[in-house]
Nanobody, 124 residues
Framework: QLQASGGGLVQAGGSLRLSCAVSGRAFSTLIIAWFRQGPAKEREFVAA????????FYADSVKGRFTISRDNAKNTVYLQMNSLKPEDTALYYC???????????????????WGQGTQVTVSS
C-alpha cells in the first residue's frame, strides 16, 4: 500500500512537501514516482526515484523547483515542491513498481501500485 500526504493550499511562490509512505512490499526494490492530475487533464509524470543509488527523473515543468528523495529506513519518499505556481494545482499521486526500466519511468501505465492522492492547490 502507498499512502500519500502533505497536500494543501499555498500561495504562488510557496512550498509544500509531500510524503509517500510505502508498506507491504520490499521498499528498497521499488521505483517510486509522483504523478499529478489537474482539472480536466490527463495524469502526468512529475518525478521518480530509483531504488539503490537513488537516480532521479523529473518532468521539464518541475525541474529545478521540485526535488524527490527517499528515506529507506522510513519506507518513505518525499517530494519537496518549491516556487509553486498556480499551474501546479492538481491531485498528486505516488506510484510504485519493482520492474520499470529507465526508458519507461515516465509512463503512467507502467506502474502497478498507486496511492490515493493528495490535493495541492496553489493560489495566485
Amino acid at each position: 500500500q502507498l499512502q500519500a500526504s502533505g497536500g494543501g493550499l499555498v500561495q504562488a511562490g510557496g512550498s509544500l512537501r509531500l510524503s509517500c509512505a510505502v508498506s507491504g512490499r520490499a521498499f528498497s526494490t521499488l521505483i517510486i514516482a509522483w504523478f499529478r492530475q489537474g482539472p480536466a487533464k490527463e495524469r502526468e509524470f512529475v518525478a521518480a526515484i530509483k531504488r539503490a543509488g537513488g537516480s532521479t527523473f523529473y518532468a521539464d515543468s518541475v525541474k529545478g523547483r521540485f526535488t524527490i528523495s527517499r528515506d529507506n529506513a522510513k519506507n518513505t519518499v518525499y517530494l519537496q515542491m518549491n516556487s509553486l505556481k498556480p499551474e501546479d494545482t492538481a491531485l498528486y499521486y505516488c506510484a510504485a513498481d519493482p520492474g520499470i526500466i529507465t526508458s519507461t519511468v515516465r509512463q503512467v501505465h507502467q506502474y502497478d501500485y498507486w496511492g490515493q492522492g493528495t490535493q495541492v492547490t496553489v493560489s495566485s
